[in-house]
């Protein structure tokens, strides 16, 4: 045999001999793919289903370590959707979104309310259910207005009034702007809050924006709770207008572009926040000495001076929660869902507003039968 005729006989017996391990490779491949394509799906709904799963303190990235006292229940790093889900979940946000989520509805309720007393929109109102039978000596518009408004004797304040005054003095409703103000200042504070609250887990950079944001409306309700009482109390002497409600202002301006910083969002500075916001409030003790001197002689002197003391009182307990991290620190790790300071803050800051809320409905009774 020649050399060709030898390598040739040479490659057909390893031919032989490798037919059938590559059509057994050929055969098992399709095989061992699909298998590593439902392991690779198995372990990616295993990394999707830990991924929102609730962690510890000690679980947490750095910039969301914010109160050592709570331990778990923790949200990190979830997409904006589950976030958004989170809110009928139960983890150590669920009341704070909820406390404050709530107490926006409730005063928007309360705006609503207060804009049905609008004379256009009794009217309106009263042209919708002119089908309704009304005697001729019957005030159209307050029919119509008890009629749809049937918890508002319960939530209006203006209703608490004397006899004599009611018959005796003209009613010359005084401008509303002042008390809208308040009430919008105290919806944004509350949903801004709520926001906060409940979307703070997605990522770093979110969670910066809207910690400036809640601080922003913190900043904005304080602000806005000014309004009422100062218009009201000086709309017969304006300049007042400008020196306290400017000056509120210019204060207010300035604890949002120094919050603004990075820095003074962590939680090594909150008894520094914890300052600004009751310098603000404490402010309001300068023109509050001057109205109740100015008004001395007024009979609704000490019920508003009665809702002014209870807000006051509520925004000062708050804030003490808020800084001592009190019942958490006491015992740690036992009040993680429920009963944290944060949530004890969230509903007295609740119900300081609605204090304020009763004051200004006062103010706004007495400027309408009381012109300058």
């Not at 004599?164 to 200042?185: I, K």
Request: charged share 20%; aromatic share 14%.
């Amino acid at each position: 045999m020649t050399f060709v005729e030898d390598q040739a006989v040479v490659l057909k017996r390893k031919n032989k001999k490798m037919d059938p391990t590559l059509d057994s490779k050929l055969v098992s491949q399709p095989v061992d793919v699909k298998n590593r394509k439902k392991d690779d799906d198995d372990q990616g709904s295993n990394k999707a289903k830990k991924r929102y799963v609730l962690v510890s303190f000690k679980e947490l990235p750095e910039y969301m370590k914010d109160n050592e006292f709570l331990l778990n229940y923790y949200r990190a790093n979830w997409s904006l959707k589950e976030a958004l889900f989170s809110i009928f979940r139960w983890h150590n946000e669920t009341l704070n979104v909820w406390t404050h989520f709530l107490g926006f509805v409730l005063f928007l309720g309360l705006t609503m309310t207060n804009l049905m007393e609008v004379p256009q929109i009794v009217d309106l109102i009263t042209f919708l259910t002119r089908s309704f039978p009304i005697s001729g000596d019957t005030n159209v518009s307050q029919d119509s207005e008890d009629l749809f408004l049937g918890t508002a004797n319960l939530i209006d304040l203006k209703r608490i009034t004397t006899p004599e005054l009611d018959v005796n003095l003209p009613v010359t409703p005084v401008t509303r702007w002042p008390f809208y103000v308040f009430l919008g200042g105290s919806m944004f504070c509350l949903l801004s809050s709520s926001i906060c609250h409940l979307f703070s887990c997605h990522s770093h950079h979110l969670n910066l924006t809207l910690l400036r944001i809640d601080y922003t409306g913190i900043t904005t309700m304080i602000i806005t709770s000014f309004f009422p009482p100062i218009y009201y109390i000086f709309q017969c002497d304006p300049k007042w207008h400008f020196v306290y409600l400017g000056g509120i202002t210019s204060l207010g301006l300035f604890t949002i572009i120094t919050l603004l910083s990075p820095t003074l969002s962590t939680s090594k500075f909150r008894a520094f926040r914890a300052l600004i916001f009751s310098s603000m409030g404490l402010f309001g003790i300068v023109p509050g000495i001057h109205a109740a001197i100015v008004n001395w002689s007024n009979p609704r002197r000490n019920i508003t001076l009665a809702y002014e003391s209870a807000m006051a009182i509520f925004y000062l307990t708050g804030t003490m929660f808020y800084v001592s991290r009190i019942p958490e620190r006491l015992k740690p790790g036992w009040f993680d869902l429920a009963g944290h300071s944060h949530q004890i803050f969230h509903i007295l800051v609740v119900m300081g507003a609605l204090a304020h809320y009763g004051a200004s409905l006062v103010f706004l009774e007495w400027r309408d039968r009381n012109g300058c």
